[in-house]
């Protein structure tokens, strides 16, 4: 089982103000395919409420240097680095910790449509029976 880095400069606040969205990329050892998906979210306008959590998994010095300079000009991305594990256990790490109603998983080798995540948005808006995540289970 993976174990969070005690020293997560970047960690997400603990506040329990809801989100809209949090959008979950784990990775490991592909900065290349991370920053083409990285830029294609950037260009598609993130909603304000909105974070964006990179999950490290394993060692990675390269990713973690990217990742922590780019999250010191945008508050919305956090990095969390935990011991290298399977791909299900960084999602579900990073489940435990981000605060968005609405959840999106993405892979770091895919670079997105631009409406995205504002069609995510208006979907769940016209659809207010479809659940979204809760805190209570």
Known sequence: MPIASPQLPTALDESTDALQLSIVIPTRGRLLSLQKCLASIFAAGLPERTELLVVCNGSDPPTEGFLRGLSASDSRLHLMELKEGSPAEARNA???KVRGEIVYFLDDDVTIAPDLFSRTLET???????PKQSREN
Do not use: C, D, I, M
Request: proline letters at 10%.
């Open 94 to 96: 990073a489940l435990g």
């Open 124 to 130: 769940f808006a016209r659809r207010p029976e479809v």
